[in-house]
Nanobody, 125 residues
Framework: QLQLVESGGGLVQAGGSLRLSCAAS????????VAWFRQAPGREREGVSC???????SKYADSVKGRFTISRDVAHTVYLQIDSLNFEDTGVYFC???????????????????WGRGTQVTVSS
């Protein structure tokens, strides 16, 4: 079965850090651009970061620049390092993969081929 599986979420105090992982099962990610999205309670899903299939280009939403870092080991796993967590970061984080890669500037609008089920991130005081 071809799927993406997120992990690494949890309950963390404001100011803390988490490292989320997105692993591919049943296929290799080496020709896929990957993005992270999040959805907070009562809010629409939003793109937070994406990385090209080669790892050479990335994009961040303005709200997370300087605090989130996306990386990949090309074929298998994409990571999202989240530092200086704040309450607005609470939500379910999803990863998504799309074959090929266009300009990362448009990555939040791609029609993604695969989605994970998400991992919950909760920031507490």
């Amino acid at each position: 079965q071809l799927q993406l599986v997120e992990s690494g979420g949890g309950l963390v105090q404001a100011g803390g850090s988490l490292r989320l992982s997105c692993a591919a099962s049943g296929f290799s990610l080496d020709n896929y651009a990957v993005a992270w999205f999040r959805q907070a309670p009562g809010r629409e899903r939003e793109g937070v970061s994406c990385i090209s299939s080669t790892g050479g280009s990335s994009k961040y939403a303005d709200s997370v620049k300087g605090r989130f870092t996306i990386s990949r080991d090309v074929a298998h796993t994409v990571y999202l390092q989240i530092d200086s967590l704040n309450f607005e970061d609470t939500g379910v984080y999803f990863c998504a993969a799309v074959a090929g890669s266009g300009p990362v500037s448009a990555c939040f609008r791609y029609n993604y081929d695969y989605w994970g089920r998400g991992t919950q991130v909760t920031v507490s005081s």
